[in-house]
């Protein structure tokens, strides 16, 4: 099983794009046809590899917010402690 990760493309340059991981920038492949710059793409080891829209981009933070706050639960917090931390993180990650 690959886990791709959300990113919003910020420029396309042939065979490449940059890309913007919520802050982190990098350049990755172009594996998919019709890429844009604004969209959100799909990227899995430094490959693009799929487009989503906003519905599937809101599902899959709910995903990654689950996931934090299970994992700040396995540190000891407390479950309304856990969500409240998994939010801040994501909102950290969305105004970047």
Known sequence: MCWGVPAKIVKVEGLYAHVDFGGVKKQ??????????????????????????????AENLEFYREVIAANFMAEGLSSEEARKRAEEEIKKILQK
């Open 28 to 57: 990755v492949l172009v594996g998919v046809e019709d890429i844009r710059e604004g969209e959100i793409a799909v990227v899995h080891a430094g490959l693009i590899i799929g487009k989503i829209d906003e519905k599937s981009l």
